[in-house]
T-cell receptor
Framework: DTAVSQTPKYLVTQMGNDKSIKCEQN?????MYWYKQDSKKFLKIMFS???????INETVPNRFSPKSPDKAHLNLHINSLELGDSAVYFC????????????FGPGTRLLVL | QKEVEQDPGPLSVPEGAIVSLNCTYS??????FMWYRQYSRKGPELLMY????GNKEDGRFTAQVDKSSKYISLFIRDSQPSDSATYLC????????????FGGGTRLMVKP
């Protein structure tokens, strides 16, 4: 069983649309993350979330919002998609107090046309 | 200047060679140092982590940290074609939201 799964794997959409990417984990870790990896492979944290605290990277536009329906899921909603949002988005999980050990999902490849 | 710098490569070596991958960082408050491996079209996977200066060994992999010069290294002994991937260093500052800061990754190719 994969510890972290993401859907969809690929997402092609038009500029201006609103889309969501789903993340699910089965390890019971209390902290979930979203990362963005651009075309140059540079991986950057977007959000860190557990049931008590949401930490937002200040460079992330407010068109991006994480939503957690329960402890096993952290979805990423993106409004008014822009060309520059094209990237690979990774969900990751970790444990509070053990942030040095994070497990990544397989990624969602988003292409905005 | 980026907080974590890494030569993007590509680094091409013959099978069996010793590989040295390096990162430099600028913030002396960083406390944990990680190496991730990322195969093409896959998510990063954690290889090793350490929090102190010195060496940490795991099989063919050795992570080395020199906090005085803000320099971290990953050595791969007896490199295999299956080691061909992008290697990302990552650094954690427990006092800054506990978020990982990644280097840009070094692409390694091990030729049979």
């Amino acid at each position: 069983d994969t510890a972290v799964s993401q859907t969809p794997k690929y997402l092609v959409t038009q500029m201006g649309n609103d889309k969501s990417i789903k993340c699910e984990q089965n390890l019971g870790h209390d902290t979930m993350y979203w990362y963005k990896q651009d075309s140059k492979k540079f991986l950057k944290i977007m959000f860190s979330y557990n049931n008590k605290e949401l930490i937002i990277n200040e460079t992330v536009p407010n068109r991006f919002s994480p939503k957690s329906p329960d402890k096993a899921h952290l979805n990423l909603h993106i409004n008014s998609l822009e060309l520059g949002d094209s990237a690979v988005y990774f969900c990751a999980i970790g444990r509070r107090g053990r942030q040095e050990t994070q497990y990544f999902g397989p990624g969602t490849r988003l292409l905005v046309l | 200047q980026k907080e974590v710098e890494q030569d993007p490569g590509p680094l091409s070596v013959p099978e069996g060679a010793i590989v040295s991958l390096n990162c430099t960082y600028s913030n002396s408050a960083f406390q944990y140092f990680m190496w991730y491996r990322q195969y093409s079209r896959k998510g990063p996977e954690l290889l090793m982590y350490t929090y102190s200066s010195g060496n940490k060994e795991d099989g063919r992999f050795t992570a080395q940290v020199d906090k005085s010069s803000k320099y971290i290294s990953l050595f791969i002994r007896d490199s295999q074609p299956s080691d061909s991937a992008t290697y990302l260093c990552a650094i954690l500052n427990n006092n800054a939201g506990n978020m990982l800061t990644f280097g840009g990754g070094t692409r390694l190719m091990v030729k049979p």
